[in-house]
């Protein structure tokens, strides 16, 4: 885990990078942990807008929010006043991209001079970099480019006098790189065929570079204008021109990841979310997390006393969830107690992120059963000898199924069941826009991690469709993706039938599984 490096008081204007929350620094990240303002005026990625202080004041500066688009000198007023009104606070300026790189980053500094006001420049990683790099373009090439320009695409071609000498950009730089210029594409070529760059020059664009939903297009310059249109290739793109791009079919690795260009959404509860997530992000997908469920810890804390008292009548503890463990262990803490007082009891753990949270704990598990499911535990604590006359206490989510307490008490074992956790439904209010996607056939699979996941979820879309008919209409022409027969089980009760479930049931297994049937 990152220390947290101890940030001064001040201001800081700050790269984000252009996009992939990997290309933010390791500074930026701290300052974004500690600050105690933040102004930006882009759309921050959910996954950096994720390391912000959540007590830090949030400051939006762009279009979104004001009736009109706030002006630059409104930014470095607002900037001034901010940093003197709190001089305490750590006050964090984001941009994305490098700040100095065409970002105005230079005049809000030099507002700040102005009022005496102290401020540090956090470098960012410039999309005119790392576009062209994660489309497999190097900005320069031993034997092919041994000089690169960074452009601005945005002046004005009427302009009488171009601050930029095209004549010198034509003829003497290997590699032209434009930002904000596919709006002036034309007059772009134009320019530099005039002064003699060859007609067969190499062009690539590449729009939301490092960012799931990048996009590319190569072309020379006698065509690029009439397939970018043909295309409808819209900005915030860069343009690069230059014999670099040749090597963009060799070097290409981000827009070849087996779920580039595909949306996944997964429905569990957003506190678990975050490794399905970030499996399926490196594998290139854009994920969006439909959360579904959220969960409440309701352990009794008399039982749990109760339960530590005696734990020695006891010979077995089983888990069957992660959120088990947690809130379990929580509730430990919250008594006072820690997994000391679990010392002379068996553990059991149902699958094997279960026994890593356990592990995370300081419990290292006495049976992880190789069936991941109830009647794999009971099996297995069978096999172990458990049997009449054994107490074993069973901590789990509040309405799950009954088959491991009935199987063992069948078997004559007493069982006390110990109801830590309840799930609800939860969409996080983004059931509508959820259902419009889909409707608009921008999803292309939903992943299922439970029966509760599918009953929240056909719960929180339905009332967006017309009828039942409809919805399932719709979920027919994706592919959904469920973790298990028992999740499976629930889709069908729908009438919808998984396209893939899970061969083993864990989530690298699934994110395996999605990953294959993507690829054939
Ligand atoms: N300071 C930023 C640039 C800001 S100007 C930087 O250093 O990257 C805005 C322009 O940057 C856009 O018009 C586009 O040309 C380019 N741009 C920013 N992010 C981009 C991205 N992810 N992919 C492609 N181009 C991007």
């Not at 997908?285 to 109760?306: G, M, N, Q, S, Y």
């Not at 009438?495 to 599984?513: K, M, R, S, Y």
């Amino acid at each position: 885990m990152l220390n947290k490096l101890n940030q001064h008081p001040g201001v800081y204007l700050v790269g984000s990078g252009p996009g992939d929350p990997g290309l933010l620094t390791i500074k930026a990240q701290s300052l974004l942990e500690s600050c105690d303002i933040l102004v930006h005026d882009f759309l921050v990625s959910d996954q950096i807008m994720g390391y912000v202080n959540p007590a830090a004041d949030e400051i939006y500066v762009g279009k979104k929010g004001f009736t009109r688009h706030i002006t630059q000198d409104e930014i470095n007023e607002l900037l001034v006043q901010l940093a003197t009104k709190n001089p305490e606070a750590v006050i964090v300026r984001l941009k994305g991209g490098d700040p100095y790189v065409f970002g105005r980053g230079g005049e809000e500094g030099l507002a700040l001079h102005e009022a005496g006001i102290s401020f540090e420049v956090v470098p960012g990683v410039t999309s005119g970099i790392a576009a062209l790099a994660y489309a497999g373009i190097p900005a320069t090439h031993r034997g092919l480019a041994a000089s690169m320009a960074f452009i601005t695409g945005h002046e004005d071609p009427t302009k009488p006098n171009s601050q930029i000498n095209w004549e010198y950009l034509a003829k003497g730089v290997d590699t032209l790189i434009f930002y904000m210029g596919v709006k002036n594409l034309p007059n772009i070529v134009e320019n530099l065929t005039k002064y003699g760059r060859p007609l067969d020059e190499p062009v690539a664009l590449v729009r939301w570079g490092t960012n799931p939903e990048q996009e590319s297009l190569v072309s020379d310059l006698e065509h690029v204008v009439k397939e970018v249109e043909a295309r409808d290739f819209k900005a915030p793109a860069i343009i690069c021109v230059g014999k670099v791009v040749e090597l963009k079919e060799a070097l290409s690795f981000f827009e070849n990841k087996p779920l580039h260009g595909k949306t996944i959404a997964i429905t569990r509860a957003r506190a678990q979310a975050s490794n399905m997530h970030t499996q399926l992000l490196e594998a290139g997908a854009k994920v969006i997390e439909f959360p579904t469920i959220k969960i409440e810890p309701c352990l009794d804390h008399d039982e749990l006393i109760d339960f530590c008292e005696h734990v020695g009548e006891y010979s077995w503890l089983v888990f069957t969830s992660v959120n088990g463990v947690d809130t379990f262990f929580d509730g430990l803490l919250e008594i006072g107690k820690d997994s000391r007082a679990l010392s002379s009891i068996k553990v059991a753990s149902i699958g094997s992120a279960t026994a890593e949270h356990l592990l995370d704990r300081g419990i290292v598990p006495d049976l992880i059963p190789d069936e991941y499911k109830a009647e794999g535990v009971l099996e297995a604590l069978l096999e172990r000898g458990v049997g009449a006359g054994d107490k074993v206490v069973i901590a789990r989510a509040k309405k799950t199924r009954q088959v491991l307490n009935e199987g063992l008490e069948a078997k004559g074992v007493e069982v006390k069941v110990m109801e830590v956790y309840e799930t609800h439904a939860d969409g996080g209010d983004i059931q509508e826009a959820f259902a419009e996607a889909l409707k608009a056939g921008e999803i292309d699979a939903i992943s299922f991690s439970s029966s509760s996941t599918v009953d929240n979820f056909i719960k929180l879309i339905k009332d967006s469709f017309e009828s039942e008919e409809e919805m399932k209409s719709y979920l027919e022409k994706l592919c959904i993706a469920s973790i298990g027969p028992i999740t499976s089980k629930t889709l069908n009760t729908y009438g919808i039938a998984p396209t893939i479930e899970a061969e083993e049931f864990t989530i690298n297994c699934l994110v395996q599984d999605i990953i294959s049937y993507f690829k054939k």
